[in-house]
């Protein structure tokens, strides 16, 4: 990656909780960047996304912090039911809020508000974490996501844990002072290929919704739907976040 600054770090919570993060950049508005389904905190740079952007992190405009997934204990392990993966899914939330964010703010000078982005099931993160963390993460650019987890490989019966991680059922019921405050707080990016994949992963059909939901809801957001060429594979998605990012860096 030539002379562009990069390293990993293991970070631990208070409790133990221990992840990996890859970092890219000297300095820029920080981008907290989660993985596709399973992934490791080198994927974005493994898939050409990290080249994607070369750019605006040699010029200072951004950095990426890159972290791993906790899927394969949580969204992905099809032999427990739905409601304790997403129970299980709290540890990954304590993981981000209590040790990444703050490695984030010590590194980055405390300076810029950290951006969530991510493809796939990384889309479904960087939405869901802006949702409940705005004051953390005011901005999500989510490529390709599948937003409601009940529409994937689950069973068993959902409650509350499934819910209050399920954007595409907690927006619809947004409102009074909370809702006010993400609209003031709270922007939106939703961006999707027509092409293959995206219907049978059910990301197309899902951006239209949560985009729906988002204009009824009143909150900030853009839709950017690309062509029916464009299918749900990191190509697409090199050049999506590669058109995007330099606005909001």
């Keep these: 990656?030539?002379?562009?600054?990069?390293?990993?770090?293991?970070?631990?919570?208070?409790?133990?909780?221990?992840?990996?993060?890859?970092?890219?950049?000297?300095?820029?508005?920080?981008?907290?960047?989660?993985?596709?389904?399973?992934?490791?905190?080198?994927?974005?740079?493994d898939r050409g996304m990290v080249a994607a952007v070369e750019g605006l992190i040699d010029a200072g405009r951004v950095k990426l912090y890159c972290v791993g997934s906790f899927d394969g204990g949580t969204w992905s392990a099809a032999d427990i039911p739905i409601e304790e993966r997403a129970l299980r899914h709290g540890a990954y939330e304590s993981w981000i809020v209590e040790a990444v964010v703050p490695h984030i703010r010590d590194d980055s000078g405390g300076?810029?508000?950290i951006v969530t982005a991510g493809c796939s099931l990384g889309a479904f993160h960087a939405l869901n974490f802006a949702f409940k963390r705005a004051d953390l993460f005011?901005?999500?650019?989510?490529?390709?996501?599948?937003?409601?987890?009940?529409?994937?490989?689950?069973?068993?019966?959902?409650?509350?844990?499934?819910?209050?991680?399920?954007?595409?059922?907690?927006?619809?019921?947004?409102?009074?002072?909370?809702?006010?405050?993400?609209?003031?707080?709270?922007?939106v990016l939703l961006v999707?290929?027509?092409?293959r994949w995206e219907d049978?992963?059910?990301?197309?059909?899902?951006?239209?919704?949560?985009?729906?939901?988002?204009?009824?809801?009143?909150?900030?957001?853009?839709?950017?739907?690309?062509?029916?060429?464009?299918?749900?594979?990191?190509?697409s998605w090199r050049a999506q976040l590669a058109h995007h990012l330099p606005r909001f860096c």
Excluded at 151 to 168: C, I, K, L, R, S
Excluded at 192 to 195: N, S
Excluded at 217 to 233: L, N, Q, S, T
Aim: overall charge negative; aromatic content about 14%.
């Design 111 to 113: 300076t810029g508000e």
């Design 200 to 235: 049978t992963t059910g990301s197309l059909a899902s951006t239209r919704h949560m985009a729906g939901l988002l204009e009824a809801k009143a909150v900030p957001h853009e839709v950017d739907r690309w062509g029916f060429d464009v299918p749900h594979d990191w190509p």
């Design 1 to 45: 990656m030539g002379r562009m600054r990069h390293y990993t770090a293991e970070l631990r919570t208070p409790s133990g909780i221990q992840g990996t993060i890859a970092v890219y950049g000297h300095y820029g508005r920080p981008v907290l960047v989660f993985p596709s389904e399973g992934g490791y905190p080198q994927e974005f740079a």
């Design 138 to 187: 005011p901005l999500a650019l989510c490529f390709s996501g599948n937003f409601n987890p009940t529409t994937w490989y689950g069973w068993g019966e959902p409650g509350d844990a499934v819910y209050f991680n399920n954007p595409a059922a907690y927006v619809a019921n947004l409102h009074g002072d909370h809702l006010d405050w993400l609209r003031s707080r709270l922007s």
């Design 192 to 195: 999707c290929g027509q092409g």
